[in-house]
């Protein structure tokens, strides 16, 4: 399995698609030695992001991620990781992707065939919380997931972008909008005061 250029595909492919939306490729929370790329935007006074990037297994996930999902992943250089702890090594993966919105501090995950995936959101309250904790997790370490998107070679990968941005436009957009709609009538009702206020002046 050929290694994938992430960083010469993701940022030049899906830039200019989300970029009429109002995100830019975001070199502060990007990452491309360790596959991190995040396409940011203040919306309402509010940053928005969406994120991509390879699974990473490390030295405990990588013997399934090859066995049992057919990946042949590619190491990071140790000189690169992030986590310069001795003894810690990563791989990324070279079939398949996650994608996630963000939005300060709320998130959902984007899955092939399924769009946004609600669960992932944060709970609604402490009770919400405590419950998901004692659920634990429900997948085994290095398995594949719903949210991972599965893809074969650098063309591969390309159709699956254009599925990702797909979702984000009709779906994400949404999903966004929502996040800041209480600011948004605050702004509104402050704009609205103004305008009376001019209104009634001499």
Known sequence: MKKINYEGIIPPFIGPK??????EYDQNRSYPPQGHYSFTRNYWCTSQCVALGPIEYDAETVEVGIAQNADFPTEVPQSLLLNQETGFRLWLSNKYILASLQSEHRGVDLGPNQGIIWKTEAPANNEEFVSRLKAGPAFQPGRVLPTWWEFNGEDGLRRVL??????????GLEWFDRQVRDVRRHHEKLDLRRQAVKKREP
């Open 162 to 171: 254009s599925e990702i941005v797909q979702i984000t436009v009709t779906d």
């Open 18 to 23: 989300l970029a009429y939306h109002g995100f």
